[in-house]
C-alpha cells in the first residue's frame, strides 16, 4: 500500500517542511508517503470564499489516486487515539487499496470531497495551522506503522 497526503495551501514553512521530510523518510519503507500540495483557491476583497472552496475541491477530487481508500481530515470526524489509528492502518492495508489523506484549505472541504471520503478523521477539537496538520499527520501514521510493527517507537 502507498499512501498520498493532499494538502490545500502554501508551501510550508522549512520547519515543517524538514519535520515531514523525516517522517516520509521514516516511512519510506512500511509506507510510501507522497505529497501534493494543492494551490489555494483565490480569496480575498470582492472574491466568492464558495468559489475558492470548489475550486480546491475540483484540484483534490483529481489528484486522488485511481481506487484509492479516501481520508478526509475534518473536525467532524472520528477522532482516533494512535493505537485506533494503527488498527485503521492495518484495515486499510487488508483492502490493497492505496490511501489518499486530505487537508483542506482554510475553509475546510467542499461538500463534493467529503461526499467522496470513505473516512473522516478529526485530530481533535483544537483548531490547528494547516502547515502543522501535515506534520501531525505525518508523525501519527509513522507512529500507527510503529505500533503495528511493535516497535518501540510508540511508548503508550
Known amino acids: 500500500m502507498k499512501a ?5 495551501g502554501e508551501r510550508m514553512p522549512a ?3 524538514d519535520g515531514v521530510a523525516e517522517y516520509r523518510k521514516r516511512l519510506s519503507r512500511d509506507l510510501p508517503l507522497e505529497l501534493v500540495e494543492i494551490e489555494l483557491g483565490n480569496r480575498g476583497k470582492g472574491r466568492d470564499p464558495a468559489r475558492a472552496i470548489a475550486d480546491e475541491g475540483a484540484a ?6 485511481k481506487d484509492a481508500h479516501v481520508v478526509a ?3 467532524r470526524g472520528k ?3 494512535s493505537e485506533q489509528l ?4 492495518d484495515a486499510w492495508r487488508m483492502h490493497g487499496r492505496d490511501l489518499a489523506l486530505l487537508i483542506g484549505g482554510p475553509d475546510g472541504h467542499a ?3 467529503l461526499a467522496r471520503a470513505n473516512q473522516a478523521w478529526s485530530l481533535g477539537p483544537l483548531t490547528l495551522p494547516h502547515m502543522l496538520v501535515r506534520l501531525v499527520v505525518v508523525e501519527q501514521l509513522y ?5 503495528s510493527a511493535g516497535h518501540p517507537y510508540h511508548r503508550a
Open 15 to 17: 520547519w515543517v517542511a
Open 86 to 89: 494503527a488498527q485503521q492502518l
Open 79 to 81: 477522532p482516533w487515539t
Open 4 to 8: 498520498r497526503l493532499i494538502s490545500v
Open 143 to 147: 507512529r500507527a506503522v510503529s505500533i
Open 73 to 75: 481530515l475534518d473536525g
Open 111 to 113: 461538500a463534493d470531497v
Open 60 to 65: 483534490v477530487l483529481a489528484a486522488l489516486p
